[in-house]
């Protein structure tokens, strides 16, 4: 796995958000880095509920984009499965 950060996390003006944001953003990469296989890491995914990100498999890749005031926003991590 190789995963790539894209772009930085657009962070709220409220600091109690913009923690929320950052534990989320950091949990993303953790679970990201303990999985071994493609499959491991989308059965952890699975079982976790983000408020500030949204993500997605591709067939050799996983896509992670930050959500702005309801809005899908930039892709921030890129992970290549090949």
């Known amino acids: 796995m190789k995963p790539t950060i894209e772009n930085a996390p657009k962070l709220f003006a409220d600091t109690a ?3 929320d944001q950052l534990c989320e953003f950091h949990s993303i990469l953790e679970y990201i880095e303990e999985s071994k296989t493609r499959e491991e890491l ?9 408020e500030y990100f949204l993500f ?5 890749h996983l896509w992670v984009r930050q959500i702005i005031r309801e809005e899908i926003g930039q892709q ?6 090949n």
């Open 17 to 19: 958000k913009k923690f």
């Open 42 to 50: 989308k059965e952890i995914l699975k079982l976790k509920t983000f």
């Open 76 to 81: 921030v991590i890129f992970v290549d499965f």
């Open 56 to 60: 997605g498999f591709g067939g050799s």
